[in-house]
């Protein structure tokens, strides 16, 4: 049973995080499984009550149920099982099963984030609904595929707002650049620097930005994070579809968006798409709704809140519903790098 419980964990690992934090462990009991979060590891300001680290964990949870089919068994999961352990994000317990595998089980190790700028090649119908085939009726209405040009070119220039923010306020920059994994001989979690695409001029001007000192007098010469931004928001648009996930406030909304995510996000890699997440300005707007301004600019505050306006209205969020998760969708052909996975932390209990 260790064996197989250990190679279902493998799997789960295998999952997106925020920055590639890789924010769990696991205690092991028979076929119990106790999933642990470990929110310090996600980022200190965007991981809004710790709703990255819930994301990350629907993703870890929707592999590690795909993958006990593979095994022979269902996953029967449970989140966030006791009140007094708020950080156990899920008892899942497994029990024999002789029923299908999933389809989606050989696309787990294949799953990437593809950062490059994607082919402006629509979708047909027919691809949109196989790619949504993957919803059950309760998520289907919580998943928008946004595709006129208009409507694109807007979106990437509002997600882009997240860059003129982390460009122009020192605690972000400073907080991005502690995240990059400069070479890929550093096995570490972290963003690996090759993952984010960048051509060999913007990987040379980004080891001069990694200074505050030096970012700081470029955006005041030459308003060097805006540029970044305009970039960025070309290369968002620049996409055959935007998708959006609706969640309500709550922790557990979060989670099964992450599930939700996570079997889209392998859908896509079945059918031969990329697929790339850009949440920044949703969860740094949810900080902001907070009054958790301190530090930040009146104008960086008033940007965000306006691009989360546009985004909301354009993505149709309404009632208690807010735009929890935005992605890329599209033909962006082979990544040029993938993050380090760790193995997975277990604790066998008997
Ligand atoms: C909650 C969450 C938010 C993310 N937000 C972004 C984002 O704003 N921009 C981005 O480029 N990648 C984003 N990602 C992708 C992660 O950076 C990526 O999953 C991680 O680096 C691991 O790489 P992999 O997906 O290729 O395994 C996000 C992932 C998660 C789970």
């Not at 930040?296 to 809140?305: D, P, Q, R, W």
Request: glycine letters at 6%; charged letters at 25%; aromatic letters at 8%.
């Amino acid at each position: 049973m260790k064996e197989t419980i250990k190679k279902i964990l493998d799997s789960g690992v295998q999952a997106p995080s925020g920055s590639n934090s890789q924010p769990w462990r696991f205690s092991v009991r028979g076929k119990r499984i106790h999933v642990e979060a470990l929110p310090e590891k996600d980022h200190p300001v965007l991981n809004f009550r710790n709703r990255g680290t819930w994301v990350a964990h629907g993703a870890l949870i929707e592999n590690i149920s795909i993958a006990a089919l593979e095994y022979g068994y269902t996953a029967r999961i449970e989140l966030f099982p006791d009140r007094k352990m708020p950080h156990i994000t899920a008892k899942i317990t497994l029990e024999m099963h002789d029923g299908g595998k999933s389809p989606l089980f050989p696309c787990i190790g294949r799953r990437t984030t593809n950062r490059k700028p994607y082919e402006k090649k629509t979708l047909n119908e027919s691809q949109k609904n196989e790619f949504l085939s993957v919803l059950s009726s309760e998520e289907r209405p919580c998943v928008r595929l946004i595709d006129g040009q208009e409507e694109l070119k807007s979106l990437g220039e509002v997600m882009s707002v997240n860059e003129i923010v982390m460009f122009e306020n020192r605690r972000l920059h400073n907080l991005f650049f502690k995240e990059i994994i400069w070479s890929d001989k550093d096995r570490t979690p972290g963003l690996l620097l090759d993952t984010l695409e960048l051509k060999p001029p913007q990987k040379a001007a980004l080891r001069i930005f990694r200074y505050w000192q030096a970012t700081n007098l470029l955006n005041k010469l030459f308003s060097v994070g805006k540029k970044i931004a305009r970039d960025n928001a070309r290369s968002y648009a620049s996409t055959s579809a935007i998708g959006a996930i609706l969640a309500e406030d709550d922790d557990t909304a979060f989670i099964n968006a992450g599930r939700t995510m996570e079997r889209l996000w392998l859908k896509s890699a079945e059918m031969g798409l990329s697929f790339h997440p850009v949440t920044g300005v949703l969860f740094l707007r949810q900080v902001f709704m907070a009054g958790l301004t301190e530090g930040f600019s009146n104008e960086h505050i008033h940007l965000v809140k306006e691009a989360y306006g546009k985004i909301s209205s354009i993505c149709g969020a309404k009632d208690e519903r807010i735009v929890a998760l935005l992605f890329r969708l599209g033909y962006g052909g082979e990544p040029t790098a993938t993050s380090f996975k760790l193995s997975p932390n277990i604790t066998f209990e008997d």
